[in-house]
T-cell receptor, first 110, second 117 residues
Framework: QKEVEQDPGPLSVPEGAIVSLNCTYS??????FMWYRQYSRKGPELLMY????GNKEDGRFTAQVDKSSKYISLFIRDSQPSDSATYLC??????????FGQGTELSVKP | EADIYQTPRYLVIGTGKKITLECSQT?????MYWYQQDPGMELHLIHY???????EKGDLSSESTVSRIRTEHFPLTLESARPSHTSQYLC????????????????FGPGTRLTVL
């Protein structure tokens, strides 16, 4: 079983839609949960991170962690074509190692 | 914006050649990492370093080797490239950070896309 499972996508939505991206994980010791965005042929860039359970909002993006169910979500409001990318969830493991999901490819159509 | 550089960005090379993928960062980060990423698949950690003269193997076995002689430089070498080495290689670095345990967020370079014929 993989430590982090992510909805495979690809996901295609119209501009302005609310997008929900999800991951599950198996290691209850994880405390920090990162979301990275990766544009085609680029390296991942950190979008935001959360600590433990709860919500964190940054502009149109909201990250949510439910540690009781080991479930991680990223919501994008008023999605834009510039949001088209692959989104990677990555809990932070021991020694600062990121454990990546396989990523969800998102396409926002104008 | 992170200042981490990788060269070359693209490399097509024949089987048996020795190659070195370069990674440099100008942020003074202690920790550096190499990941391998195949299309549609997870990033897998293949090497990491917590400082000069420190290197460790990651979770995914790799035939590549790394060195860390200078803080800012973390090259990856394949002594004899094979088609199975075809992949994208991503370098990252992190500061001694603000997260618990001194962990810092990782910043990624643009990657090197390697094709071995």
């Amino acid at each position: 079983q993989k430590e982090v499972e992510q909805d495979p996508g690809p996901l295609s939505v119209p501009e302005g839609a609310i997008v929900s991206l999800n991951c599950t994980y198996s290691n209850s010791a994880f405390q920090y949960f990162m979301w990275y965005r990766q544009y085609s042929r680029k390296g991942p860039e950190l979008l935001m991170y959360t600590y433990s359970s709860g919500n964190k909002e940054d502009g149109r993006f909201t990250a949510q962690v439910d540690k009781s169910s080991k479930y991680i979500s990223l919501f994008i409001r008023d999605s834009q074509p510039s949001d088209s990318a692959t989104y990677l969830c990555a809990p932070l493991g021991q020694g600062g190692k990121l454990i990546f999901g396989q990523g969800t490819e998102l396409s926002v159509k104008p | 914006e992170a200042d981490i550089y990788q060269t070359p960005r693209y490399l097509v090379i024949g089987t048996g050649k020795k190659i070195t993928l370069e990674c440099s960062q100008t942020m003074g980060h202690d920790k550096m990492y190499w990941y391998q990423q195949d299309p549609g698949m997870e990033l897998h950690l293949i090497h990491y370093s917590y400082g000069v003269n420190s290197t460790e193997k990651g979770d995914l076995s790799s035939e590549s080797t790394v060195s860390r002689i200078r803080t800012e430089h973390f090259p990856l070498t394949l002594e004899s490239a094979r088609p199975s080495h075809t992949s994208q290689y991503l370098c990252a670095s992190s500061e001694r950070g603000r997260l618990a345990g001194g962990l810092g967020t990782q910043y990624f370079g643009p990657g090197t896309r390697l094709t071995v014929l």
